[in-house]
C-alpha cells in the first residue's frame, strides 16, 4: 500500500482514520451542548432508531411506550396542536381545546410507531444548522436507507421554558404542518368539531392495525 507523505506506517493511518471517524460522528453533539437544538433532534432520532430496531418484537404498544417520553421531550405539541388550527383554536371553548391538544398528542406519537417500525440499516446524519426569524433554528438531517437513498428530514425549532422544542419538520421539503393546517382547518369550518376529533381518531386506529 502507497503510503501518504507525512503517514509513518499503515497502522498509523488506520489510527488517523479512526480519529477521522469519531470527529464526524461527533459533529452531531456541536459543542457538547446536551440542550442544543441538536441533541434534542440526536436524542429523538435514537429513540426512533431504537424503535425500528425493536420493530415487531416491541410492538405498536411497545413503540409507543418508547416513542412517548422522546416526542414529549422533543416537540412543543401544545403549540402545534393550536398552530394547525390558527385562528379558529380560539374559537374553541376550553373543553374542546383539551379534547383537541390531548388527540392530536395521541395522534402524534402513533404516527411515529407506525412510521418507525423497521429497521434495514437506516441511519440518521446532522447535515447542518441555520438561523431562522423569530429566534428560530433549523436542524437539517437525513436519514440514510442504502446507497442511493436518502430522506431529508429538516427541524424547526424555537427555545420554550423547557428548552429547545420541535415545532414543525419538513419531510424531504413538505412541510407537515402546512399539510395539517389544510387538512384540518378544511374539516373543521366544513363538518364541525366532532368531525375533526372522529377523523383524528381514525388516523390513531390505522396506526394501530399496520
Not at 434534542?40 to 424503535?51: G, H, I
Not at 376550553?94 to 407506525?114: E, G, N
Not at 437506516?122 to 437539517?140: D, G, H, N, W, Y
Request: aromatic content about 8%; some cysteine; proline content about 3%.
Amino acid at each position: 500500500m502507497r503510503i501518504l507523505p507525512g503517514i509513518k506506517s499503515a497502522s498509523h493511518l488506520c489510527m488517523i482514520g479512526m480519529m477521522m471517524l469519531v470527529s464526524m460522528q461527533a459533529s452531531w453533539a456541536q459543542k457538547a451542548d446536551p440542550g442544543s437544538p441538536e441533541q434534542v433532534v440526536r436524542r429523538l432520532q435514537d429513540s426512533l432508531t431504537e424503535a425500528m430496531r425493536g420493530g415487531s418484537k416491541l410492538g405498536f404498544r411497545g413503540r409507543i411506550d418508547l416513542l412517548t417520553p422522546a416526542v414529549i421531550r422533543s416537540h412543543d405539541l401544545d403549540f402545534i396542536a393550536r398552530t394547525t388550527l390558527g385562528n379558529l383554536w380560539s374559537k374553541l371553548s376550553t373543553d374542546q381545546q383539551i379534547i383537541f391538544t390531548d388527540t392530536f398528542r395521541q395522534l402524534s406519537i402513533s404516527s411515529y410507531a407506525d412510521w418507525f417500525k423497521s429497521h434495514e440499516g437506516e441511519s440518521f446524519e446532522f447535515v447542518e444548522r441555520q438561523a431562522m426569524p423569530k429566534e428560530q433554528v433549523l436542524i437539517r438531517s437525513r436519514m440514510v436507507q442504502g446507497k442511493d437513498e436518502v430522506a431529508r428530514f429538516d427541524y424547526v425549532m424555537r427555545e420554550t421554558k423547557d428548552g429547545w422544542r420541535i415545532i414543525n419538520i419538513m419531510a424531504d421539503g413538505v412541510s407537515d404542518l402546512a399539510l395539517k393546517r389544510v387538512e384540518y382547518r378544511s374539516i373543521l369550518e366544513r363538518d364541525g368539531f366532532p368531525a375533526l376529533i372522529d377523523m383524528l381518531k381514525k388516523k390513531i386506529a390505522t396506526a394501530e392495525q399496520s
